[in-house]
């Protein structure tokens, strides 16, 4: 008679018990980081990342090289021309000597990149794991320079890939500022020719790195989220790891435990109180911001109602950091357009600041990337669409 007791408690101990330790050790600065940043998962064993053509570029058409950080710490990256641009010097560019620069301002895909005065900069800010060539993020690539004029610079994070060091949230966000400061103050772009565009993670280093520029007197071109969250404890605690096994959602049965949980978060990617903050500061100096808000109803990773958090505080940043929620639920209503069940478009304008909320019904947490809205979401803080879109 006790067996039969055995197997029901094993299959109810057991779970509780990795979710235990998992807790104690996510409790433990040390591994929290490793489970948030996952940096240490990658294919670089058997990718390497410095032959791009792998990932169907062109030959010579990314240079690999490296940035360094202003704390010590040596970031790769990829520069990545657009390809009409590639075609009218394949000649010359296939000649050069491939894979890592250790100069890249020596090379013909960095004079046309800095001698353009027209040249438009998309700088790519990805989620966590992987390198800056797994997964969708070569597919995000193509899809903004395979048919257009963008030149894209791709950043591996401190820890991530080849770059040095160990991620945490004021590492990320001076790793994402080196790669500003390289393309203002090395490249030649002006400011107004970036756009800074983050997905999952890297929406919560963007917001960081524009509201660093932002408090300089600093206006990109634009500023894209996709698969954003409002901040890092929030949205754990109704995470799901690929949308099947919970993080801190077991814990809502007791408040108390929830918000003892939330406390021990030590990177807290507060990113709907920055996106505030960047609209104040903007606004206060009557400076320019786009900023677009971009997700899929059905991403299973990060829910795409946190975008709302994210849009309300920004919009919130218009009126001093208050709003009443009844005022702005309706205002909201009265500036969205539906185009289906799982798709609207709700644009907030005031003066040179656009805030702009895009749900889309497919794409999932990382395939959107090189769906149409993310190439149109640049194209519109360009200024390249219709001016009424």
């Known amino acids: 008679m ?79 021309l657009p390809l009409p641009l590639y075609g009218q010097h394949q000649q010359e560019l296939i000649t050069q000597p491939a894979g890592l620069s250790g100069d890249i301002t020596k090379t013909l895909n960095f004079k046309l990149l ?9 700088i790519s800010l990805h989620g966590n794991a992987g390198h800056v060539a797994q997964a969708v993020r070569p597919a995000t690539y193509h899809a903004l320079t395979d048919t257009s ?11 991530y890939g080849h770059s040095t060091g160990t991620p945490s ?24 020719q970036i756009v800074i565009l983050g997905q999952s993670l890297g929406t919560a280093v963007a917001a960081g790195l524009t509201e660093s520029f932002a408090k300089q007197g600093v206006d990109f071109a634009g500023v894209i989220l996709v698969a954003g969250f409002s901040s890092l404890p929030t949205m754990l605690s109704g995470y799901s790891i690929a949308g099947y096994v919970p993080v801190l959602a077991p814990l809502r049965v007791s408040p108390w435990l929830l918000e003892k949980a939330m406390s021990f978060v030590v990177d807290k990617w507060t990113s709907a109180d920055r996106l505030r903050e960047i ?45 009443d929620p009844g005022t702005l639920s309706r205002e909201k209503e009265a500036r969205t357009v539906y185009s289906g069940e799982d798709s609207f478009v709700a644009t907030w304008r005031e003066g040179k600041i656009l805030i ?34």
């Open 2 to 80: 006790k067996n039969s007791y055995i197997l029901p408690a094993l299959a109810f101990g057991v779970p509780v018990g990795i979710y235990t330790l998992f807790l104690g050790l996510s409790a433990v600065p040390f591994f929290q980081r490793h489970f948030l940043y996952a940096h240490k998962i990658n294919t670089l064993f058997w990718h390497d990342v410095n032959k791009p053509e792998h990932w169907g570029f062109a030959k010579n058409q990314v240079t690999p090289f490296h940035l360094k950080t202003v704390d010590g710490e040596t970031i790769y990256a990829w520069h990545v």
């Open 114 to 122: 800095k001698e353009d005065p027209n040249s438009r900069l998309v």
């Open 149 to 159: 004029q963008f030149h894209v610079l791709a950043i591996d994070y401190r820890g």
């Open 169 to 192: 949230e004021t590492g990320l966000v001076l790793d994402a500022t080196a790669a500003v400061d390289w393309a203002i103050n090395v490249a030649g772009i002006p400011p107004t």
């Open 279 to 323: 609209v104040r500061t903007v606004k206060a100096r009557d400076g320019h911001l786009s900023l677009q808000l971009l997700h899929a109803a059905n991403d299973w990773d990060i829910p795409c109602h946190e975008d709302d958090k994210s849009f309300a505080a920004a919009v919130s940043g218009l009126h001093d950091g208050h709003v």
């Open 356 to 389: 702009r909320q895009e749900l889309y019904p497919d794409g999932g947490h990382n395939d959107i990337m090189y769906y149409a809205p993310v190439p149109l979401a640049v194209m519109r803080a360009f200024g390249l669409l219709d001016k009424g879109e």
